[in-house]
C-alpha cells in the first residue's frame, strides 16, 4: 500500500527558533518525488520544497530544508529561523514517476509563537 | 499572481441531492485534478484530467461522480446523488506539467456538508 505518514499532528515553536516536521512513506516503486506543501489558515496549499528520489542531495530552498533518507522512506522537513509566518498545516506528499496521483499525509499543523 | 479559484466555498446539501462544485484553474495549465479532505484525514486524491478526458482516477470516484470541463476555463465535479459521508473540503487542483515534473497549485477549497 502507499501511504504516507505524519505522525505529529501538532507543533509549536518560538520566533527565531528551528523545527522539523517528520514524515514517512511507504512505496515499492524506486522512481518517485517527494513534496512538501504548506497551508497557511483560510488560504491554499502552496508549494515548499520538492525532492526528487534519485537525488541523494537533499533539496533546499531558503530556510526550509529536507532530511531525505531513501532507505528508511524518511522525509522530515526542517524550518530555521521560523516566522510567525510559518504558521499553517503542513502537508507532506510522494508521487510516482509517471502517474497523476500525489498521496499525502494528514498534515502536521505548525504554530510558530511570538 | 493568477490563482486556482473555487466555487462555492461552502455548501450545505441534504442526502441524495446532486452537488456541482465549480473550479477555474490557472489559465495556461493543461492537469487538473480533484482531491478531498474528510475532516483530521489525508488529503485524498479523486481524479486527474488531462486532453478532456480522465486520465487517472481513485476508488472513491465511483459512479456517482463526474468531471468536465464544459467551456475550457471552468473544471467541475459533480457528486450525483450525495451521502453523508461525502462531506468533507474538496480541493481543486491545477499545473502545467504532469505529476512529478511541475507543483501543483491548489484553490482554497470547497467546504460540503451533507445532512
Known amino acids: 500500500a502507499q501511504t504516507v505518514t505524519q505522525s505529529q499532528p501538532e507543533m509549536s515553536v518560538q520566533e527565531a527558533e528551528t523545527v522539523t516536521l517528520s514524515c514517512t512513506y511507504d512505496t515499492s516503486e524506486n522512481n518517485y518525488y517527494l513534496f512538501w506543501y504548506k497551508q497557511p489558515p483560510s488560504r491554499q496549499m502552496i508549494l515548499v520544497i520538492r525532492?526528487?528520489?534519485?537525488?541523494?542531495q537533499n533539496a533546499t530552498e531558503n530556510r526550509f530544508s529536507v532530511n531525505f533518507q531513501k532507505a528508511a522512506k524518511s522525509f522530515s522537513l526542517k524550518i530555521s529561523d521560523s516566522q510567525l509566518g510559518d504558521t499553517a498545516m503542513y502537508f507532506c506528499a510522494f508521487i510516482h514517476s509517471g502517474t497523476y496521483k500525489y498521496i499525502f499525509g494528514t498534515g502536521t499543523r505548525l504554530k510558530v509563537l511570538a | 499572481e493568477p490563482e486556482v479559484t473555487q466555487t462555492p466555498s461552502h455548501q450545505v446539501t441534504q442526502m441524495g441531492q446532486e452537488v456541482i462544485l465549480r473550479c477555474v484553474p490557472i489559465?495556461?495549465?493543461?492537469?487538473f485534478y480533484w482531491y478531498r479532505q474528510i475532516l483530521g484525514q489525508k488529503v485524498e486524491f479523486l481524479v486527474s484530467f488531462y486532453n478532456n478526458e480522465i486520465s487517472e482516477k481513485s476508488e472513491i470516484f465511483d459512479d456517482q461522480f463526474s468531471v468536465e470541463r464544459p467551456d475550457g476555463s471552468n473544471f467541475t465535479l459533480k457528486i450525483r446523488s450525495t451521502k453523508l459521508e461525502d462531506s468533507a473540503m474538496y480541493f481543486c487542483?491545477?499545473?502545467?506539467?504532469?505529476?512529478?515534473?511541475?507543483?501543483?497549485?491548489f484553490g482554497e477549497g470547497s467546504r460540503l456538508t451533507v445532512l
Open positions: 489559465s495556461n495549465h493543461l492537469y
Open positions: 525532492q526528487e528520489a534519485y537525488k541523494q
Open positions: 487542483a491545477s499545473g502545467v506539467t504532469a505529476g512529478e515534473t511541475g507543483e501543483l497549485f
